[in-house]
Nanobody, 121 residues
Framework: QLQAFGGGLVQAGGSLRLSCAAS????????MGWFRQAPGKEREFVGR??????YYVDSVKGRFTISRDNAKNTVYLQMNSLKLEDTAVYYC??????????????????WGKGTLVTVSS
């Protein structure tokens, strides 16, 4: 089970940190990552972390940082310099695979419930 926390309303240029807590599985052996779905748009892969190695899509590179604390079974998404277009429901996901192709396809083992991030002007 995955549960994302930390969404809310933030002004453009601001920062927000999302957390995702996992339970019931060997957390450290899984790649963890984030997706988002903006209103009226398809779900979009944001980034993932596997074995300490991170990958980000171009639209968030340099602004978002994914980290994990295996002792707490938690993955984080630090979002800085937020833009209006970052407004979306953010979902965490878990996969036994780190292949970016699989992550771009959204072929995950487990999904968490989303948390809404709204960026205002």
């Amino acid at each position: 089970q995955l549960q994302a926390f930390g969404g809310g309303l933030v002004q453009a240029g601001g920062s927000l940190r999302l957390s995702c807590a996992a339970s019931g599985r060997t957390f450290s052996s899984y790649a963890m990552g984030w997706f988002r779905q903006a209103p009226g748009k398809e779900r979009e892969f944001v980034g993932r972390i596997s074995g300490g190695i991170t990958y980000y899509v171009d639209s968030v590179k340099g602004r978002f940082t994914i980290s994990r604390d295996n002792a707490k079974n938690t993955v984080y998404l630090q979002m800085n310099s937020l833009k209006l277009e970052d407004t979306a429901v953010y979902y965490c996901a878990q996969s036994q695979y780190y292949s970016t192709d699989r992550w771009y396809r959204g072929d995950m083992d487990y999904w968490g419930k989303g948390t809404l991030v709204t960026v205002s002007s």
